[in-house]
């Protein structure tokens, strides 16, 4: 009997197995890995991939037949590796890995195009003037109706009596989105010395075949993006059919992307990300496994297209956090670009001005090859960095700006050039609190505080979206007008400045003033042309965007990220500073960055202003190294949750004595989440160090199998965690 294992979007480790029956190869062709199938699952049928066929022989299994194969075409080879393989080193499910590479086939097309021409040679039985005059507009094209009666300046009407006559007939054309072959010769860039050698390095590595990983190192403004572009083009002027995945972590950066590409290539490449609507995401899915599209800019989620001729994925802002996906199926969208490239036998392109240790102790150990970008571009400088003591320049009670950074503003201001204050929290005050009894403000059901929020008038929990009026008397003592707003966020800054410089043209730039890409874009737009002379941002503004009059850059609170005991707490706060300080004089003007600190000694903030990226590397590096932290070892969390605390408590007892005997490797915990209530579920942790060479994901599955969870509790594996 022929057997197939197929990947159902089930919460389950393995491949379900199903007969084949006969009739069904007799109909298609013999089943094989990729293909898309409909299975029974209890009553219902539903859409699954086939990993494997096989033959058994004298099994007295009884297996529920496939019922059919479905239309739509195969998974490559490639994807199907590749989510087989992230199911496994994530120890998530593969048939939910599966389901992800699927999501492109879950929108309808979009609707067929109608459009008329003429039908053979019949003439009108009456030619009036309107109706000669439409034949004549028409010739012998094919026109949406519309745009025709429009075109011979008739009535719609005119129209439709000739397609009742049977004079003209309503074709449907098939809605296949066309993308234009990219020319790599569009418009070229004439590269300097670093850069035409990290664009030959790359091109090379990709015309040699097989695995090539790749760090792009240069501080910003020093034409990564050109080098990568550059790159690209002799991919494409080897093989015009070559596939290249652009990653951002962030959908506000795609637009200036897409057009920089657009501009150098003559082509617009294909867009992938959730703010692409989902008829438009299928079309995308469907010519990328046809073959007809080159280049998608996406982010991380494009890691699951099916490509076919993958030869270079990009990771562009490689140290960014946001690759990291921790809601639903939890991974890494870098580390994951990595394992792509390397079942496709492509080059993989990290690019960063600050990259992660991790991929820096790759780099450094030779797994990957380290291109590096020497100044900026042009006679662009990177700015002066200089700490601002907050002891000794102590702004007055309830404003954020101290003395010298309104004066710096002020000064440029005067100049006509632009200011970006940074700071990154949105909203008005992280805190509201009681002065009567002390009480903070916390969402019903969440371990957090409430944000206050000026524009929309309410107090907002940023981790579950929960919202209410800010109230008149606090919710817990009952006291009046005794309600206060503790700390700035934006908001609140950008209050003090137009209090400061009432003339200036101010804006907020965070999730909450441009929710989505199009907002993000106008915001932009307007700062890219001069309306706007003091920018207030979250960090929504401070990755990756080129202000060319933008230069000062005030950090509001350089102290905030050093605070709180996480992992990463350095490196953020180091790579976020250095990205902000960053957008300062990018073009012709020099800039400078000042960053107010109540800490000016930590050496996070000292090797910023000496602009000494080495220094913090290192010094950041052998903490880790003495803790055996990452890059020197590896960690695993698990997270347990839900509404009731009593079960919660005791799965994670039950996980603790289960514990298999394993070397070079701790568990820690169970203890509270950092979050240890969210929504109303109580969340427990476990976290798991082990030296580099333990198989974690092997000691992980073992473990796991040895406690039952019950129904009501909810276990997610988090390898590698972003956040510690
Ligand atoms: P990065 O990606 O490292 O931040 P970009 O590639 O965006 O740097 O380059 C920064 C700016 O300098 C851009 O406006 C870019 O067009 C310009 N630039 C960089 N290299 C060149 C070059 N070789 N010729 C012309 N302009 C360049």
Known sequence: MKVASV???????????????????????????????????????????????????????????????????????????????????????????????????????????????????????????????????????????????????????????????????????????????????????????????????????????????????????????????????????????????????????????????????????????????PPRRRQVWEAVVAGRCNIVVGARSALFLPFVNLRLIVVDEEHDGSFKQEEGLVYHGRDLAVARARIEGAAVVLASATPSLETLWNAQSGRYDWLKLGARHGTAVLPDIALLDLRQNTPDPQTWLSQPLRLAIGETLLRGEQTLLFLNRRGYAPVVLCRACGHRLTAPDTDSWLVEHRYTGRLVCHLTGFSMARPKLCPSCGAEDSLVSVGPGVERVEEEVRQLFPEARTAVFSSDTAPDARSARALIQKMTDGEIDILVATQAAAKGHNFPRLTLVGVVDADLGLRGGDLRAAERTYQLLAQATGRAGRADRPGRALLQSWTPEHPVLMALAAGDRDAFVEAEMSEREVASLPPYGRLAAIILSSENAAAVEKTANDLAQAIPNAERLEVYGPADAPLALVRGRRRKRLLVRADRDVNLQAFLRAWLQRVKVPGSVRLTVDVDPYSF
């Open 7 to 277: 990947l159902i979007p089930l919460p389950v480790p393995e491949a379900f197995d199903y007969e084949v029956p006969e009739a069904l190869s007799l109909a298609h062709g013999d089943l094989a890995r990729g293909d898309q199938v409909a299975v029974p699952l209890g009553p219902r049928l539903i859409r699954g991939v086939v990993s494997e066929v096989f033959e058994t022989t004298g099994s007295n299994r009884r297996l529920k037949a496939i019922d059919s194969v479905l239309d739509d075409p195969p998974l490559p080879a490639g994807v199907m590796d590749f989510v087989e393989w992230a199911g496994r080193w994530t120890l998530s499910a593969p048939g939910e890995m599966a389901a992800t590479a699927l999501k492109g086939l879950r929108a309808p097309r979009p609707r067929p195009e109608r459009r008329v021409r003429r039908l053979g040679e019949r003439s009108p039985s009456r030619a009036t003037p309107a109706r000669t005059g439409v034949l004549e507009t028409l010739g012998d094209r094919a026109m949406p109706p519309a745009d025709l009666a429009r075109a011979a300046g008739v009535s719609s009407g005119v129209v439709k009596g000739l397609i009742d006559e049977g004079v003209l007939e309503i074709i449907e054309i098939a809605a296949e989105a066309a993308f234009d072959r990219p020319d790599p010769d569009h418009a070229p860039a004439a590269l300097n010395g670093d850069q035409a050698a990290s664009a030959t390095a790359m091109a090379d590595g990709v015309a040699g075949g097989g695995f090539r990983p790749f760090l792009l190192d240069g501080v910003t403004g020093s034409g990564k993006t050109e080098a990568y572009l550059e790159a690209i083009a002799r991919v494409l002027r080897a093989d015009p059919a070559a596939q290249i995945l652009i990653l951002l972590p962030e959908i506000a950066l795609t637009q200036a992307l897409i057009e920089r590409i657009t501009a150098r290539f003559g082509a617009a490449p294909a867009e992938w990300h959730s703010g692409v609507a």
